[in-house]
């Protein structure tokens, strides 16, 4: 069946770039999007990226897209302790199992 | 806006209760959506609605019915709770395909 997949951890020291991907397997989606998890709360949407863009910049997040190897990733940039949540990527209704980023000072 | 309310935030029920959970949106978006968030599990799709009227099923239906009757509400009805149904509960809304916003939660114990 259809599925999104992403690794469940990463950790990076603060000032570090961050990156985490994801892989789906439908390939119909019109948009792809990052969504942020803070402890406790719901998801608020982080960025998404038009299915026929290769990249999306949004001031410190960087969305990649290789449509052919159907691979996602977003990339943080200075990665900051207020950056740690768990990361979710999604297609539609799809959700990945999120990836939890700890960001050590 | 208040955006996707959900209540109640926590609920304790003991097993072969039923209850409702209760989810509105004031967005005017025509689509609503139940996941149920399980750790390492993400988030899993119970039931969605693409329109006031229409009701459908997601990856996880089992144990749950809903009904859309108003474009504001989407209520999720437990029907005879199990332990297996603790879990974080999520409802969200969205304009067709488009990207979803979310509810703060309702954090579900079966006991």
């Known amino acids: 069946g259809e599925d999104v997949e992403q690794s469940l951890f990463l950790s990076v020291r603060e000032g570090d770039s961050s990156v985490i991907n994801c892989t789906y397997t439908?390939?119909?989606?019109?948009?792809l999007y990052w969504y942020k998890q803070e402890p406790g709360a719901g998801l608020q949407l982080l960025t998404y990226?038009?299915?026929?863009?290769d990249m999306k910049q949004d001031q410190r997040l960087t969305v990649l897209l290789n449509k052919k190897d159907k691979h996602l990733s977003l990339r943080i940039a200075d990665t900051q302790t207020g950056d740690s949540a768990i990361y979710f990527c999604?297609?539609?209704?799809?959700f990945g199992a999120g990836t939890r980023l700890t960001v050590k000072p | 806006n208040a955006g996707v309310t959900q209540t109640p935030k926590f609920q304790v029920l003991k097993t072969g209760q039923s209850m409702t959970l209760q989810c509105a949106q004031d967005?005017?978006?025509?689509?609503m959506y139940w996941y149920r968030q399980d750790p390492g599990m993400g988030l899993r799709l119970i039931y969605y609605?693409?329109?006031?009227?229409?009701?459908d099923k997601g990856e996880v239906p089992n144990g749950y019915n809903v009904s859309r009757s108003t474009t504001e509400d989407f209520p999720l009805r437990l029907l005879s709770a199990a332990p297996s149904q603790t879990s974080v509960y999520f409802c969200?809304?969205?304009?067709?395909?488009?990207?979803?916003?979310f509810g703060p939660g309702t954090r579900l114990t079966v006991t």
């Open positions: 969200a809304s969205s304009y067709t395909q488009g990207k979803q916003y």
């Open positions: 990226i038009f299915s026929n863009m």
């Open positions: 609605s693409a329109s006031e009227g229409t009701t």
């Open positions: 999604a297609e539609s209704r799809r």
């Open positions: 967005m005017n978006h025509n689509s």
């Open positions: 439908d390939s119909s989606s019109t948009y």
